[in-house]
């Protein structure tokens, strides 16, 4: 394959075209949200976080540019939880989460933000001499903050709703 071919390129736009035709097809029907398990995902992956930053840690510029990153992501989380619906059944007081077609979207930008800034960002990092660690550790951070903040938002929300039906 040639250098600059974009045969990788279209690949992975079919690949994750593939993946988001599958989950619209599943915004479809509810699932079932439960608020015991919520926290189990933020916390995997917060013990990656601080596992990855303990074996290397970044220098001074990488950790101020990680928090940048941890509260955009915190912001991007907190959007995104908004975009999502959550029902509750008023007999069972089950709850279930429905998101939007507009979340999906919502993600299928962040992806997209994400595709451009690898190209344009691979030649400004290797001009500006970034280290690669540095740019995981920030797109890590940015990834974490999303994740914890998006479940931590489900979780009020989803709390207040089964304290108001059962009120």
């Known amino acids: 394959m040639p250098p600059n071919s974009p045969t990788p390129t279209l690949i992975a736009i079919a690949i994750v075209a593939f993946v988001f035709a599958l989950r619209l097809r599943r915004l479809q029907r509810g699932k079932r949200l439960r608020l015991e398990w919520l926290w189990l995902m933020p916390a995997l ?89 540095v740019v995981t550790d920030v797109l890590i951070a940015l990834a974490f903050g999303l994740i914890a903040t998006q479940r931590l938002m489900l979780f009020l929300r989803a709390r207040a709703l089964l304290a108001a039906a059962r009120a």
């Open 45 to 133: 992956f917060g013990g990656l976080v601080v596992a990855m930053f303990a074996a290397s840690p970044p220098p001074p510029l990488g950790w101020a540019a990680s928090l940048v990153a941890l509260a955009i992501g915190a912001g991007l989380g907190w959007q995104r939880a908004r975009l999502v619906r959550i029902e509750i059944d008023p007999v069972t007081h089950q709850l279930s989460q429905r998101e939007s077609p507009l979340a999906l979207l919502f993600l299928l930008g962040i992806f997209g933000v994400r595709a451009l800034l690898r190209d344009v960002g691979a030649q400004e990092a290797a001009a500006l001499h970034v280290n690669a660690l």
